[in-house]
């Protein structure tokens, strides 16, 4: 087997937090139009570096990413993170939207963070990792 070319072990422990996974729920049902999972997904305490985005990515982006979003970098892949999980770091919740592998290269994975919300802030979100009242409420 080859040597990674680059080696980000020693940068991912400086600069690796605690962040929590949330994976959807398998079932649910949709109530008054909106869909409500079953039973909340058990979050998963996984750690890496939670980077804000660039100045330069955002400006580049073309109104894609703003100054919420984040980058993750974390030492092994996340599997089924770009399924509908969700990350929650610092009271923000977070879409994983984009990812690239660089296992091959380097000991580093890195996910495009999207800001959805901060964590319990609505009331409106019926998507499981939030709470909701029994109608949903809508815009």
């Not at 770091?89 to 290269?105: F, I």
């Not at 901060?118 to 109608?135: A, I, L, M, N, V």
């Amino acid at each position: 087997m080859m040597p990674k070319l680059f080696n980000f072990t020693r940068l991912l422990r400086k600069y690796s937090c605690e962040f929590e996974l949330l994976r959807p729920s398998s079932g649910g049902e949709y109530v008054g139009g909106y869909w409500r999972a079953l039973e909340k997904p058990e979050p998963e305490t996984r750690t890496g570096a939670v980077v804000p985005m660039s100045q330069k990515r955002i400006q580049d982006s073309g109104g894609t990413y703003t100054e919420r979003d984040c980058q993750l970098y974390v030492p092994a892949p996340l599997p089924d993170a770009l399924e509908g999980a969700k990350v929650q770091y610092r009271g923000n919740l977070y879409e994983p939207v984009q990812d690239a592998d660089w296992t091959e290269y380097a000991d580093v994975c890195v996910y495009v963070l999207k800001w959805v919300s901060k964590f319990g802030e609505s009331e409106e979100s019926t998507d499981g990792y939030r709470g909701g009242d029994e109608k949903g409420s809508g815009l």
